[in-house]
């Protein structure tokens, strides 16, 4: 990805593991859309819910022309499928709003018209 990749671990070690995953799935985000300005990955591991493990949550910013898409619903007690489940959302997000820029949404027929 030639733009700025910001990413933060917090409340959690530091991971080269982690962070690898995160830029490979960033990587991937310029197959849908090729003018990405900027990506910030958050991954979090707050204390705060009383749970039998940790819940990792993870949000993605990503900055396009004219919009800024964010996901952050991506909870889990694996990181990894936290991670996946929020570059799943954000794909989504990202198709949608290329689709978009492009004309291609299809438009509702009026009823009656």
Known sequence: MQ????VTL????QSEAVESRIREKAEKL???YDRIMGCRVVVESPQRH??????YSVRIDLTV??????ANRAQDEDVYVAIRD??????RQL???ARRQRGEVKA???PGV
């Open 95 to 97: 198709e949608d709003f």
């Open 30 to 32: 310029s197959r849908f």
């Open 50 to 55: 009383q749970h039998q493990g940790k819940l």
């Open 108 to 110: 509702h027929k009026t």
């Open 3 to 6: 733009t700025p990749l910001q």
């Open 86 to 91: 929020a570059f799943m959302a954000i794909t």
């Open 10 to 13: 917090k409340d959690m070690p």
């Open 65 to 70: 022309p004219g919009a800024e898409l964010v």
